[in-house]
């Protein structure tokens, strides 16, 4: 099984950005872990700031990979064009987030992502990404 996890723009910043709300792991090493738990999946990892670059990843895996782990971070509330992306391929896409976003400040209660999701993942800190490859297997 071919899975990648997409992550969106500041998630590089795991680790250092607002510990409080997303840990102290980094996503490197956290990705470590992930890959060695689930030997059996063929894991990849990419991560971009940038909107165009999160949309020629989905469309580059979507028509062959077995699915999708998508974080997009702050896009989710306001990317029309990544919601088009994800409903515009063929291979199913769980959205993950790291926090409880519906805990949070309204405009994050928003998902452009949700509506072509096969389903969402949110608020159980890096275990979401960990839930999420489980809901392939
Ligand atoms: C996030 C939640 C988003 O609202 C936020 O902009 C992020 C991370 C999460 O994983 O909790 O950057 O997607």
């Known amino acids: 099984m071919k899975l990648i996890i997409i992550n969106g723009p500041n998630l590089n910043l795991l680790g250092k950005r607002e510990p409080e709300v997303y840990g102290t792991n980094t996503f490197e090493d956290f990705f470590t872990e992930l890959q060695f738990k689930f030997q059996e999946v063929q894991l990849e990892y990419y991560q971009s700031n940038i909107e165009g670059e999160l949309i020629g990843k989905i469309q580059e895996v979507g028509f062959t990979y077995d699915g999708i782990i998508l974080n997009a971070a702050a896009y989710t509330h306001t990317s029309v064009g990544i ?47 960990e839930l999420a490859i489980q809901s392939f297997l």
Not at 83 to 96: L, R, S, Y
């Open 83 to 129: 919601g088009d992306a994800v409903k515009a391929i063929d291979c199913p896409v769980v959205e993950v987030h790291i926090s409880n976003t519906f805990q949070r400040e309204e405009f994050r209660h928003t998902s452009y992502i949700s509506p072509g999701a096969k389903g969402v993942i949110l608020g159980f800190g890096l275990q979401s990404y």
